[in-house]
């Protein structure tokens, strides 16, 4: 993109260079018209959009190796040096935009975006300038711990992604002694990641505080401009989740162990094949795993086959695990070329094929909202992103027989992501139930961690047996990186699903207009209100029974069908 404001050749590196740019938009006059207002509001997302893809490239390239030094350095300088003069200019530019006597002459366009502006307002506090470079330093902390993690195995160091793998096993004793060392790995480094933890949380609630906030809920939700829904919105979510979802876990659950004629089922038992088929092997490398993504996506919409063709020839995807590598999966933009990357661990199993259509999915959102003209309506809310990314998963199994050309493997495939779709209700609401009850209690201890979490995870016990791994049951929740990372991102997830599956059942009336209705919602970027771009997307932003209960039914049937 050609730039209009930002010089070509700045030193992005420079905190003087960068701090005269944001203080020429903060101090130069601006003409009481609206033109004036709009263009100086442009050239503002353009010095944001550079920097945010600096950002990203370095955070990408210290994710893809943890173990490289300079990489690491990079992105923390950058946080540093660059992030604490953003934020203290961004006020400053905040304060001068609401006080612009044509403002309001640019609602229909920027209606959304002010909104958030006097959010932010509200809640910023010089204070907190230090305390969010700190974050992210902790933020480095932790990803070193997690990238650092492996195991041997068979004269082998093996990532706990590759691991994961040997739980899709027949042989029940290859299952366990995996997911043994898996979870005894993740306790080794327990007490380093409680005091990752603790360090994370006491900044959060002192960022809060700092904000002018009873709590750090009260503070996320204003921060993530949560309008439209509530804590108790979310309370409720949880009770309808184990009211009418819960007990279709336990039934699924319930037939695996028939079927596995198992007395109890413990948890190396829930990802095998229940009938002792061969584990499925869908892909040789990650080359082939994005080409025949691609092939997927091409038979279903020539728009998403072209974006996805376009990621595979400028090497915007890195798919496989290895030593060093940060673990988990994401999709992030580079802002300022407009371009997205994807991250993740592919270690040659099925679920690899729905995390690269989920993030995917995330992809086309990028490229679709390419043309909004401010980087705030570049960043999307997680409500309407994952409905992106879900949709995809759900849509894209329709033609798994690109991976699978047996119609059993095909069958066994669908199973597995509609599986999936039940287990992730549930687990939805453990994590943000844990989370909201973590921080009503600021001055909660380890212990009490873990007697929370086993609370939580006894209200949503499905029928698996943690019988003597009770050490790693009160410490799972440490594997769930969005706690560490991105708190209260996870409820998103869950009202996501909902949005997908009113997507997939669109696609199965109507492929095209299905696409077409999804992808105009997703070229909005986040200029409208969450329940206007559902809207769009011709769903409902709605999480109540009346449309929890026939979303799930249609998903549990065609559950029933495969299995």
Not at 165 to 177: A, G, T, Y
Not at 311 to 338: N, V
Not at 482 to 507: D, R, S, T
Request: charged residues 30%.
């Amino acid at each position: 993109m050609s730039r209009m404001f930002v010089p070509e050749n700045l030193n992005v590196d420079s905190p003087n260079e960068v701090e005269t740019l944001y203080k020429q938009l903060a101090e130069t006059p601006l003409e009481n018209t609206v033109s004036a207002l709009r263009e100086w509001i442009l050239c503002i997302s353009e010095l944001d959009s550079v920097l945010s893809e600096v950002s990203a490239r370095r955070y990408v390239a210290m994710t893809c190796n943890t173990k490289d030094p300079e990489a690491a350095k990079a992105y923390e300088e950058f946080v540093e040096n660059i992030a604490p003069i953003q934020q203290k200019y961004h006020d400053l530019l905040n304060k001068k935009m609401i006080a612009h006597p044509s403002l309001n002459e640019l609602n229909d366009e920027f209606g959304v975006y002010f909104r958030s502006v006097k959010v932010s307002l509200d809640l910023f506090n010089e204070k907190n300038i230090p305390l969010e470079t700190e974050v992210q330093k902790e933020l480095q902390a932790y990803q070193k711990i997690t990238g650092s993690m492996s195991v041997m195995h068979n004269g082998e160091e093996k990532t706990l992604q590759q691991m994961s793998n040997l739980l899709e096993s027949n042989d029940r004793e290859i299952r366990k002694e995996a997911w043994e060392k898996i979870q005894n790995r993740r306790l080794q480094d327990k007490d380093k990641l409680n005091e990752a933890f603790d360090k994370l949380f006491k900044l959060r609630n002192t960022i809060a505080k700092n904000a002018g906030c009873n709590d750090f809920i009260e503070y996320i939700y204003k921060a993530k401009n949560r309008f439209d829904y509530s804590p108790k919105d979310c309370y409720a979510f949880h009770e309808t989740i184990e009211k009418l979802i819960l007990p279709l876990q336990k039934k699924m659950y319930e037939t695996r162990k028939k079927q596995m004629n198992l007395s109890v089922l413990c948890p190396w038992d829930v990802s095998c094949d229940a009938l002792f088929r061969a584990p499925l092997s869908p892909y040789k490398d990650g080359n082939e795993l994005i080409e025949k993504c691609a092939r997927i996506f091409e038979k279903l919409d020539s728009r998403a086959g072209a974006w996805l063709r376009q990621m595979q020839t400028e090497k915007l995807i890195d798919p496989e695990s290895r030593l060093g590598k940060a673990p988990g999966g994401y999709q992030i933009g580079f802002d300022e070329s407009r371009r997205p990357f994807i991250f993740m661990n592919a270690a040659g199993s099925d679920r690899d094929i729905y995390t690269l259509l989920h993030e995917s999915g995330h992809s086309f959102h990028q490229f679709c909202m390419a043309n909004q003209p401010i980087s705030a309506y570049r960043d999307i809310p997680s409500e309407i992103a994952e409905v992106a990314s879900m949709s995809m998963e759900l849509i894209g199994a329709s033609q798994i027989q690109e991976f699978y050309p047996n119609s059993e493997d095909a069958a066994r495939s669908r199973q597995g992501v509609l599986e999936d779709v039940i287990w992730l209700f549930p687990w939805v609401a453990c994590i943000d139930s844990f989370q909201h009850e973590l921080y009503k209690r600021e001055n909660h201890t380890v212990k009490d961690r873990e007697e929370i979490w086993l609370s939580i995870m006894n209200r949503y016990d499905a029928g698996v047996d943690y019988s003597g791994y009770e050490n790693i049951l009160a410490n799972l929740w440490q594997k769930q990186l969005h706690l560490f990372e991105c708190p209260f991102y996870y409820i998103e997830y869950g009202i996501a699903e909902l949005g997908a599956l009113q997507v997939w059942n669109n696609f199965r009336e109507n492929p095209k207009k299905a696409f077409d209705m999804l992808f105009e919602a997703e070229s909005l970027g986040s200029s409208r209100p969450l329940p206007e771009l559902f809207n769009k997307a011709g769903i409902k932003f709605d999480f109540s029974p009346k449309t929890v209960e026939p979303l799930v039914q249609a998903i549990w049937d065609e559950y029933e069908k495969t299995n």
